[in-house]
Nanobody
């Protein structure tokens, strides 16, 4: 499995960014891919997850109502639309597979930096 994350950058508070995670080599025809983030000096945390089977999603409380995860099954790509960004959203964002409740993913993308200035 390979995951290629992209789309990070520098944005002002209140702005928007869209992250992409292009996946390949999934062992099955369906997948559950998640986004995680790690800020300097903090533990990595789960942000959002989506299943390609039924489109079910998960969001961390900190991003509910501001972030939207989606997937293009034909492209096996997962997107994270981030709106109303806050300085506390600043982190390196990683996509990972599989996204399973309570379990660590086995495969990780390379990470993309998101910086939100106040």
């Amino acid at each position: 499995v390979q995951l290629q994350a992209s789309g990070g950058g520098l944005v002002q508070s209140g702005g928007s960014l869209r992250l992409s995670c292009a996946g390949s080599g999934f062992p099955l025809d369906y997948y559950a891919v998640g986004w995680f983030r790690q800020a300097p000096g903090k533990k990595r945390e789960g942000v959002s997850c989506i299943s390609s089977v039924d489109g079910s999603t998960y969001y961390a409380d900190a991003v509910k109502g501001r972030f939207t995860i989606s997937t293009d099954r034909a492209k096996k790509t997962v997107y994270l639309q981030m709106n109303s960004l806050k300085p506390e959203d600043t982190a390196v964002y990683y996509c990972a597979y599989p996204c399973q409740n309570g379990l660590q993913p086995d495969y990780w993308g390379q990470g993309t930096q998101v910086t939100v200035s106040s």
